[in-house]
């Protein structure tokens, strides 16, 4: 039986935000190639309430189905995301799924983690913000370092070379 939870701890690690958003997917991926280049956790989060979780199976009108099976179609959903998007198969991916306001859920579980990352634009209604509720207050509150990741910016980052002091003072 599933538990409907509302905390989650995470030690360490990247931990990215996801709400189903081509933006989270985004996110997703570059936290998860991020993740892998510095051998990190990846912790994927969905926070949900009942209007933006996915119906259950059970679901039919005149019924509401239990919490639990809400939970389950979040996780279902969740993890389809993740299996959707095609990670290395190196980097160490757990799913979270937690029932409380986004913002709320994303900055409790940052507590711990090394960075979170959000993606620009969520699902919210208001598309032509350049960005969304929920990275703007992650940005302004949360208790770790924050990357935004924005639509179009799934490309892989460019390889730096190391400068040394030796090459840099014959610069």
């Given at each position: 039986?599933?538990?409907v939870?509302e905390t989650v701890?995470?030690?360490g690690?990247v931990l990215?935000g996801?709400?189903g958003?081509?933006c989270?997917q985004?996110?997703?991926a570059?936290?998860a190639?991020l993740?892998g280049r510095?051998?990190?956790?990846?912790?994927?989060?969905?926070a949900w309430?009942l209007?933006t979780?996915?119906?259950?199976?059970?679901?039919e009108?005149?019924?509401?189905?239990?919490?639990?099976?809400?939970?389950?179609?979040?996780?279902?959903?969740l993890?389809?995301?993740?299996?959707?998007a095609?990670?290395?198969?190196?980097?160490?991916v757990?799913?979270?799924?937690?029932?409380?306001?986004?913002?709320k859920?994303?900055?409790?579980?940052?507590?711990?983690v090394?960075?979170l990352?959000?993606?620009?634009?969520g699902?919210?209604?208001?598309?032509g913000?350049?960005?969304?509720s929920?990275?703007?207050q992650?940005?302004?509150?949360?208790p770790?370092?924050?990357t935004?990741v924005?639509?179009?910016?799934?490309?892989?980052?460019?390889?730096?070379?190391?400068v040394?002091?030796?090459s840099?003072a014959?610069?």
């Open positions: 039986m599933i538990e939870c701890n995470i030690d690690g990215v996801h709400d958003s081509e989270a985004e996110a997703l570059w936290a190639g993740a510095a051998g990190l956790e990846l912790h994927v989060v969905r309430g209007t979780a996915p119906r259950p199976a059970a679901w009108p005149g019924f509401v189905p239990p919490m639990t099976d809400y939970e389950q179609a979040v996780r279902d959903e993890d389809a995301h993740v299996a959707g095609a990670l290395e198969p190196s980097v160490r757990r799913t979270h799924v937690l029932h409380r306001p986004p913002v859920g994303l900055i409790d579980a940052a507590k711990r090394d960075l990352v959000v993606g620009a634009r699902l919210g209604g208001f598309t913000l350049l960005l969304g929920v990275s703007d992650c940005v302004h509150h949360a770790c370092p924050v935004v924005r639509t179009g910016a799934g490309r892989p980052l460019p390889l730096v070379a190391a040394t002091m030796d840099a014959r610069g």
